[in-house]
């Protein structure tokens, strides 16, 4: 079926990187533009970043420019979330989910900034 | 970069209708904004129930329709049913590159 996998969440701390995966089964990801969204605890929904079908358009928020880092792989079905300069207010579930109307969602990854 | 607003919070009746508002700082909200709604509940993803401003996927109960409303998107729900309770976001594109989320709805049915 149609479906993502998030991964590669976990704790670090702040100024350091994580990168997160986003697994793509059940459909031709190379076909989709995609997005990353996240969700700090208890609180709403942020949108984070897109990336066109073939990786050459890219645009994130405000919140997130210039220190994370949209990439795919469409030969491997996946999408990446380079996150550098971490901040404690990054701590998150991040979602991937796929452009065309927005479904999937993944199950999420938490990532945790802390010290 | 926009800013979305929802109403915080609303309660209905089991049967009755609600509708939930999605309204942008750069003004009316247009089909072009592509409006999409989502419902999530406690420990889960988000679920889309409503895209390009009205249109349902095939999980999306018929009592759940969008439209736009004095410059605004909206979510109706007719016949509110207990497991409609839930967190409902609104998520407006703006020419496609940049997506802004509401602030969510907290949707009591009581």
């Known amino acids: 079926q149609v479906q993502l996998v998030e991964s590669g969440g976990g704790v670090v701390q702040p100024g350091r990187s994580l990168r997160l995966s986003c697994a793509a089964s059940?459909?031709?990801?190379?076909?989709?533009?995609v997005h990353w969204v996240r969700q700090a605890p208890g609180k709403g929904l942020e949108w984070v970043s897109v990336?066109?079908?073939?990786?050459?358009?890219?645009y994130y928020a405000d919140s997130v420019k210039g220190r994370f880092t949209i990439s795919r792989d469409n030969s491997k079905n996946t999408l990446y979330l380079q996150m550098s300069s971490l901040r404690v207010e990054d701590t998150a579930i991040y979602y991937c989910a796929r452009d065309k109307w927005f479904d999937p969602w993944g199950q999420g990854t938490l990532v945790t900034v802390s010290s | 970069q926009a800013v979305v607003t929802q109403e915080p919070s609303l309660t209905v009746s089991p049967g009755g209708t609600v509708t939930l508002t999605c309204g942008s700082s750069t003004g009316t909200v247009t089909s072009g904004h592509s409006p999409y709604w989502f419902q999530q509940k406690p420990g889960q993803a988000p679920r889309t129930l409503i895209y390009d401003t009205n249109n349902k996927h095939s999980w999306t109960p018929a009592r759940f329709s969008g439209s736009l409303l004095e410059g605004k998107a909206a979510l109706t729900l007719s016949g509110a049913q207990p497991e409609d309770e839930a967190e409902y976001y609104c998520l407006l594109s703006y020419r496609g590159a940049s997506w802004v989320f509401g602030g969510g709805t907290k949707l009591t049915v009581l």
């Open positions: 990336i066109s079908y073939d990786g050459s358009n890219k």
């Open positions: 059940g459909f031709t990801f190379s076909s989709y533009a």
